[in-house]
């Protein structure tokens, strides 16, 4: 079964401090179906990237994706007090069709 | 704008058949896949399935024996059945539109306990 594995599990940062997170599949991945999403608590999901660096609506610049095979990266360059959430990372095509990665929490230090 | 709302009971029996919809507003569910996603409290996101607006569905192998969506193109639904539900199906269940590869849209997540 294909699996998306996040790290850290937790990281603790300050504001204004540079956040980059980690996103490695079991086996190579299109880079066309990769994508990040934001969740604050309470709150649904919030798609952040898709196509491995491409910004959705509204998504802020300092939101950056990359990577490509089997390791992608979300970058924050700057966190602002509204980017401390959970971040997943999701992949399409593969069996299950859609996977979730187990998420990063981003936490105020 | 595209907005999504889940409706159904909050509380379902073990062994019975959990039940929900989501009403699509803001744009036509056609030609689109709308998909389920849950997330038992404390834990990750889980992907259940999708649909088609012509009918056809894929779903998660995990659940799969268990799991029906279906949509209603007249009402700008779409609808999740899972039977047989025990405590391990507890959840905030979300349902979204699958847009290429990613969830673009979601609605705002409704929690179904399963608890007699």
């Known amino acids: 079964e294909f699996v998306l594995t996040q790290s850290p599990g937790t990281l603790s940062l300050s504001p204004g401090e540079r956040a980059t997170l980690s996103c490695r599949a079991s086996q190579s991945v299109s880079s066309s179906y990769l994508a990040w999403y934001q969740q604050k608590p309470g709150q649904a999901p919030r798609l952040l990237i898709y196509g491995a660096s491409s910004r959705a609506t509204g998504t802020p610049d300092r939101f950056s994706g990359s990577g490509s095979g089997t390791d992608f990266t979300l970058t924050i360059s700057r966190l602002e007090p509204e980017d401390f959430a959970v971040y997943y990372c999701?992949?399409?095509?593969?069996?299950?069709?859609?996977?979730f990665g187990g998420g990063t929490k981003v936490e105020i230090k | 704008q595209v907005q999504l709302q889940e409706s159904g009971p909050g509380l379902v029996k073990p062994s019975e058949t959990l039940s929900l919809t989501c009403t699509v507003s803001g744009r036509s569910i056609s030609p689109y896949y709308w998909s389920w996603i849950r997330q038992p409290p404390g834990k990750g996101l889980e992907w259940i399935g999708y649909?088609?607006?012509?009918?056809?569905?894929n779903y998660n192998p995990s659940l799969k024996s268990r799991v029906t969506i279906s949509v209603d193109r007249s009402r700008n639904q779409f609808s999740l059945k899972l039977t047989s539900v025990t405590a391990a199906d507890t959840a905030v269940y979300y349902c979204?539109?699958?847009?290429?590869?990613?969830?673009?849209?979601w609605g705002q997540g409704t929690l179904v306990t399963v608890s007699s």
């Open positions: 649909v088609y607006s012509s009918g056809n569905t």
């Open positions: 979204a539109r699958l847009d290429g590869s990613s969830l673009d849209f």
């Open positions: 999701q992949e399409y095509g593969n069996s299950p069709k859609l996977t």
